[in-house]
């Protein structure tokens, strides 16, 4: 029997709406209808496949607006950034799709062949924290290569899922891309089904969930896994920079994003220094729902998350940390920005990930100490430095898939977006990463 979820405004907790959730029976029949419509589409050239998203996306553009706004509701963040979230989807998608195109057509090379076929049903797990971009980033390759798609969205944002399927579906070919809701019961069915590849993007806690269950048939995995990402400030760097950089990634979509700046090191001989240039910088911050003026820092998704993030902060006073900002005690749904000094190895607060606007600061006296602490841990999405003599080589020992050198991390243009250690299994992003959604194949001729 199929059930419901109820989706919640995060800044107040009352109801938004409700979607159902389909049975292991459901899911079965969604699963088979994409296996015909995968049959099909792999028959479609890559520029006829280009032609049809790029219609589908266009069709969404009127609905930019309301879009927008759904998404402040249901997931908290100021309608500036929702709007930049779905514009960037909108137009992205297409762009997206061109690139992966290229990367999908035959390479000739000598008397071989080489080919990218599809490997049959995707299943895209998408989070909550970015609803639609960062679905987009495994729905469009997983599309272009060939296959066929069923996307189960969060549970925690349903509403504005629907709402850009409801859109761009009606524009493709039948079932091509269907939607499941649920948690994560859903998602072991689906993973469990026979599908042929799974993306996506979350937990290490549930990345090794969906490993487990697709162990058996050995499915194909694309994972990003989260972060605990640090910085490293060194003692000649740029601190006004440096903090700017510091409080903008920490404080980015209330915390709330895999790669967030979640450890701060800094040199002790600037240390006061830096960390009164934050504190200054973090008061200029304001709390409040997506539509007060002014509003940067949103609500918290939910009372789990809420409560987590307090433990955090809770642990580390007790263990000595020093308050410069913020506090332990914060109003329902919010986190007041906080600012934290004094952190050590045996706060849970550097060990694990936050997901929270909290700036976490601890002092070194040598670089090695700085770098041992900035790679102990089982993440690795990102990692950046900020200093001059000596940087490059910092930077170079640093474990993570991305670093940022005296700025963010991610690049431009056609790169892959990657993760080491924990944080990633395959990667997405660029040439390399479409080709993980297609079947490779050598043919001599």
Not at 85 to 110: C, D, H
């Amino acid at each position: 029997m199929s059930q419901t979820i109820i989706s919640y405004d995060p800044s107040n907790g009352h109801k938004l709406g409700e979607v159902q959730t389909p049975n292991k029976e459901q899911i079965n029949e969604i699963v088979q209808k994409a296996k015909i419509a995968a049959a099909k589409w792999k028959q479609v050239s890559l520029e006829d496949r280009l032609t049809s998203i790029q219609k589908a996306y266009s069709a969404a553009e009127s609905s930019l607006h309301s879009l927008a706004e759904l998404l402040s509701r249901e997931m908290g963040k100021d309608i500036r950034r929702s709007t930049s979230e779905v514009q960037g989807t909108i137009w992205g998608g297409p762009y997206m799709a061109s690139s992966a195109l290229e990367a999908f057509r035959s390479k000739n090379t000598g008397g071989t062949t080489i080919e990218y076929g599809p490997l049959g049903v995707a299943v895209i797990i998408s989070p909550w924290n970015y609803p639609l971009a960062m679905a987009n980033n495994l729905l469009m390759p997983a599309l272009m290569a060939g296959n066929s798609v069923v996307w189960k969205p969060s549970e925690e944002t349903p509403l504005i899922a629907q709402a850009f399927f409801d859109i761009i579906h009606k524009e493709l070919p039948q079932d091509l891309l269907q939607i499941v809701h649920g948690d994560g019961s859903q998602g072991k069915m689906l993973v469990q089904s026979e599908i042929n590849v799974v993306g996506f993007t979350g937990s290490q806690a549930t990345g090794r969930d969906i490993m487990a269950q697709a162990a058996p048939s050995l499915k194909r995995l694309v994972m990003e896994l989260g972060g605990n990402d640090p910085m490293i400030v060194m003692k000649d760097a740029d601190l006004q920079a440096a903090a700017r950089f510091a409080i903008g990634s920490s404080f980015e979509n209330t915390g709330q994003m895999c790669i967030s700046t979640e450890r701060i090191y800094v040199a002790e001989e600037v240390a006061d220094q830096f960390e009164q240039y934050v504190t200054t910088l973090a008061a200029q911050y304001r709390v409040g729902p997506w539509d007060m003026d002014g509003v940067n820092i949103g609500p918290i998704i939910n009372v789990k998350q809420h409560s987590k993030i307090i433990e955090h902060i809770k642990d580390a006073v007790d263990k000595k940390a020093r308050l410069l900002y913020g506090g332990v005690d914060h109003p329902d749904h919010y986190i007041t920005p906080t600012v934290i000094a004094g952190m050590t190895t045996e706060m849970r607060i550097e060990q694990e990930e936050t997901f929270g606007p909290v700036v976490c600061i601890g002092r070194f006296l040598d670089i090695e100490e700085a770098i041992s602490r900035a790679n102990n841990s089982t993440y690795g999405l990102g990692a950046v430095v900020f200093g001059n003599a000596g940087v490059q080589e910092v930077a170079d020992r640093l474990e993570a898939g991305m670093i940022g050198v005296n700025q963010g991390v991610g690049g431009g243009g056609e790169v892959p977006w990657v993760g080491a250690k924990q944080s990633g299994f395959g990667f997405h992003g660029s040439a390399e990463g479409h080709r993980q959604f297609a079947q490779v194949r050598v043919v001599n001729r």
